[in-house]
């Protein structure tokens, strides 16, 4: 049991010196992430709309 709360407490000192970003660094950066996948998104998108034409103008 003396382990457990050993870990317990050696954790939340370690917790302690962690440099948590602001407020406003995670938005920025939640945007940035949500911005990147949907332009990701949309050139995946394209890409399968155009090799779909492509295979269907070579099939038919």
Same mark, same amino acid.
């Given at each position: 049991?003396?382990?457990? +709360?050993? *870990?317990?407490?050696?954790? *939340?000192?370690?917790?302690?010196?962690? +440099?948590?970003?602001?407020? +406003?660094q995670? &938005? +920025? !950066?939640?945007l940035?992430? &949500?911005?990147?996948?949907?332009? !990701?998104? !949309?050139?995946?998108?394209?890409?399968?709309?155009?090799?779909?034409?492509? !295979?269907?103008?070579?099939?038919?």
């Open positions: 049991m003396s382990k457990i +709360n050993d *870990y317990f407490k050696e954790s *939340y000192s370690e917790l302690k010196k962690v +440099n948590w970003p602001t407020r +406003n995670t &938005i +920025n !950066l939640t940035i992430v &949500i911005g990147f996948s949907l332009g !990701l998104s !949309l050139f995946l998108g394209a890409l399968d709309i155009l090799f779909s034409y492509i !295979l269907k103008q070579i099939i038919l």
